[in-house]
């Protein structure tokens, strides 16, 4: 294999990933799994630096959460079965954002970000046709407030939307919101009770609710 030209980057980051994976004694004995709490790790600290860090703590933090994509695709490239790399990760990604943006790589136009809308949730829409559910494809594995935000949505979607009371509706900014969300996990920690647990459980009986509207619909 021909040495990557030293102005490309991300072709030196891969070798560079790729000769760990090969001499790293630890590296070599990694698979997907172990690399998880790494990768909700390093995702965290981008957060983190998105929201209260520096441009150059920006820039660190997104690249060890770009060597994440690199250690998970040096090893899928290992996969006796079913193989891939950096690159094919890259080529899936560049047809799948083509594919989202019409309005640029092909004739629709789009002038306002509603149209972008319309158009990403289109192609999404004919990319998912195996799915039989809105709620196919959502992580379970997401934060319990993350994953309540993006099932309720869906919930709306369908037809199943959450009922708010008048006290719910009251927050008019996100510092409110703040507000009434950590007055909510105070009274779980007074009361004794698990906020997160408390949340997800209501979560699986939102997704019930609308698997049933589904197929009534």
């Given at each position: 294999m021909s040495e990557p030209h030293a102005d490309d980057a991300l072709r030196v980051a891969a070798e560079t990933m790729?000769?760990?994976?090969?001499?790293?004694?630890w590296s070599q004995r990694i698979t997907h799994r172990d690399l998880v709490p790494y990768l909700i790790e390093e995702s965290h600290e981008v957060i983190d630096a998105?929201?209260?860090?520096t441009a150059e703590d920006?820039?660190?933090e997104l690249g060890d959460l770009l060597w994440q994509v690199l250690f998970h695709s040096a090893i899928a490239a290992e996969d006796p079965d079913h193989p891939f790399d950096i690159d094919d990760v890259a080529q899936t990604l560049t047809e799948k954002m083509m594919r989202r943006h019409p309005h640029v790589f092909a004739d629709e136009v789009a002038e306002t970000p509603e149209q972008v809308l319309v158009h990403w949730n289109a192609a999404k829409a004919a990319e998912k046709r195996t799915r039989n559910s809105v709620l196919d494809g959502i992580p379970r594995s997401m934060p319990a407030l993350a994953l309540a935000q993006k099932l309720t949505g869906r919930a709306t979607g369908v037809g199943a939307a959450v009922p708010l009371t008048a006290a719910e509706k009251?927050?008019?900014?996100?510092?409110?919101l703040g507000e009434a969300l950590l007055a909510l996990v105070e009274t779980a920690?007074?009361?004794g009770w698990d906020a997160e647990r408390a949340l997800r459980e209501r979560l699986r009986t939102l997704e019930d609710d609308v698997r049933a509207a589904e197929a009534t619909s």
């Open positions: 790729r000769a760990v994976r090969e001499r790293c004694v998105v929201e209260s860090g920006l820039r660190e009251a927050p008019s900014s996100e510092a409110e920690r007074v009361e």
